[in-house]
């Protein structure tokens, strides 16, 4: 994944990418359209993130990483590449990472879809 430049323009977008968040989670067809669309970013991504031995690290490279994809992609799907990326963590085994990373984008896990029936 690309890195943004070290000057000001990667800082503005640190910032702008820190900004961002949603309260709503994402949709089961956004989550299965950008599982494939973002597959190997997302191993990498997790990879990397899994990989640092501190606090301060883990959020340096979940800075790295969310950064990354937006200059690579845009804005677009990262509340959906954060969410899959989580669940990457939390199959690496790595939940305090992937709580980290929900907690900075405030995306909650997607709720199972229940079929309700509807009143007669």
């Known amino acids: 994944m690309p890195r943004p430049d070290a000057g000001g323009a990667g800082q503005e977008l640190e910032k702008e990418v820190a900004t961002t968040t949603r309260t709503k989670a994402p949709s089961a ?4 359209r950008c599982r494939h669309a973002y597959m190997a970013d997302l191993a990498r991504g997790s990879s990397h993130i899994s990989s640092t031995l501190s606090e301060a690290t883990r959020e340096t490279a979940i800075t790295e990483v969310t950064t990354g994809f937006v200059t690579a992609y845009g804005r677009h799907d990262l509340l959906v590449f954060v ?4 669940g990457a963590l939390d199959e690496r085994r790595n939940p305090a990472a992937a709580a980290a990373l929900r907690e900075r984008f405030a995306v909650r896990r997607p709720a199972r879809q229940h079929r309700v029936a509807a009143a007669a």
């Open 29 to 32: 067809p956004d989550l299965a």
């Open 83 to 86: 969410e899959l990326l989580a």
